[in-house]
T-cell receptor, first 117, second 109 residues
Framework: DTGVSQDPRHKITKRGQNVTFRCDPISEHNRLYWYRQTLGQGPEFLTYFQNEAQLEKSRLLSDRFSAERPKGSFSTLEIQRTEQGDSAMYLC???????????????FGSGTQLSVL | DAKTTQPNSMESNEEEPVHLPCNHSTISGTDYIHWYRQLPSQGPEYVIHGLTSNVNNRMASLAIAEDRKSSTLILHRATLRDAAVYYCILIRGGNKLVFGAGTILRVKS
């Protein structure tokens, strides 16, 4: 297993363009998370999926952001009409959720660094 | 989510032990204490977690105060590769991690 994979590693785009990021979690991990991190800050929770169901979305996730996880495997995060304030590292994490336990052991990818010019 | 307080930064000499403190005075009985670290240009990495008892693994030790209002992450022999941001996080049900700013650990050779 190669861990959580994110693509691309870096993305430079112009303001107003749409971008899409992909995350491939560790196989058989049923939970997948998206976080955003700006320089000097800890990661901020955006959303998470249990299999293909999106169970929670942060208020940080404006209507320009949409995330999907079709078939409960890989996930995509799309940002429409990007703004300079969207510039950040977008991190994906996965874990195996076992009912009745609190693991908290998430496996993170290396992230996608987005720069909006 | 219960809040944690950590020093902004700490410095250590290589091959010496490092004690990273975390205060969590509003912790509830069902909150687990987790530690993650983030090396430059990488995603966070799980280090250790515990509930009430002290815990050891190959990376570190976690010492939890008897009243659980504070904890300490112990790196027994710091190396240059341990230079990172260390996050102390409380988790109550589910697996959503809420990160603070963490402690920047600098290791001097």
């Amino acid at each position: 297993d190669t861990g959580v994979s994110q693509d691309p590693r870096h993305k430079i785009t112009k303001r107003g363009q749409n971008v899409t990021f992909r995350c491939d979690p560790i196989s058989e991990h049923n939970r997948l998370y998206w976080y955003r991190q700006t320089l000097g800050q800890g990661p901020e929770f955006l959303t998470y999926f249990q299999n293909e169901a999106q169970l929670e979305k942060s208020r940080l996730l404006s209507d320009r952001f949409s995330a999907e996880r079709p078939k409960g495997s890989f996930s995509t995060l799309e940002i429409q009409r990007t703004e300079q304030g969207d510039s950040a590292m977008y991190l994906c994490a996965s874990t195996e959720e076992v009912i009745g336990t609190v693991s908290g052991k998430l496996f993170f990818g290396s992230g996608t660094q987005l720069s909006v010019l | 989510d219960a809040k944690t307080t950590q020093p902004n930064s700490m410095e250590s000499n290589e091959e010496e032990p490092v004690h990273l403190p975390c205060n969590h005075s509003t912790i509830s009985g069902t909150d687990y204490i987790h530690w993650y670290r983030q090396l430059p240009s990488q995603g966070p990495e799980y280090v250790i977690h515990g509930l009430t008892s002290n815990v050891n693994n190959r990376m570190a030790s976690l010492a939890i105060a008897e009243d659980r209002k504070s904890s300490t992450l112990i790196l027994h022999r710091a190396t240059l590769r341990d230079a990172a941001v260390y996050y102390c996080i409380l988790i109550r049900g589910g697996n959503k991690l809420v990160f603070g700013a963490g402690t920047i650990l600098r290791v001097k050779s």
